[in-house]
């Protein structure tokens, strides 16, 4: 079992930016897949971004694609999320999840069931 822990929400006027972290637990951690989901309030949770094991691959929904960036930094156990030109409709709870199956791999999955493992979230708020 990983344990992932989300940091960096917040509150940020439309335009802003926040950058979110995702600390891993475990010794396994640069050989699986990570995504970023969001849920708001009212809606089902969806997927913001994905990458693979070496960052080799990224994919992103398309409501987030050209103002999102997600990496990681294996050598930390982290991942993170860059989050520019943020929208009202970006207000959500954004949670880290591995991909655990999804090992050294040349690809990324994007269903909400693939992900094994989730944090608690962290609140993002993004005022007009």
């Known amino acids: 079992q990983v344990q992932l822990v989300e940091s960096g929400g917040g509150l940020v006027q439309a335009g802003g930016s926040l950058r979110l972290s995702c600390a891993a637990s475990?010794?396994?951690?640069?050989?699986?897949?990570m995504g970023w989901f969001r849920q708001a309030p009212g809606k089902e949770r969806e997927v913001v971004a994905a990458?693979?094991?070496?960052?080799?691959?990224?994919s992103y929904g398309h409501p987030v694609k050209g103002r999102f960036t997600i990496s990681r930094d294996n050598a930390k156990n982290t991942v993170y999320l860059q989050m520019n030109s943020l929208k009202p409709e970006d207000t959500a709870v954004y949670y880290c999840?591995?991909?655990?199956?999804?090992?050294?791999?040349?690809?990324?999955?994007?269903?909400?069931?693939?992900?094994?493992?989730w944090g608690q979230g962290t609140q993002v708020t993004v005022s007009s």
């Open positions: 999840a591995a991909d655990r199956k999804n090992m050294y791999s040349e690809y990324v999955r994007n269903a909400r069931s693939d992900f094994d493992s």
């Open positions: 990458i693979n094991w070496n960052g080799g691959t990224i």
């Open positions: 475990g010794r396994t951690f640069s050989a699986y897949a």
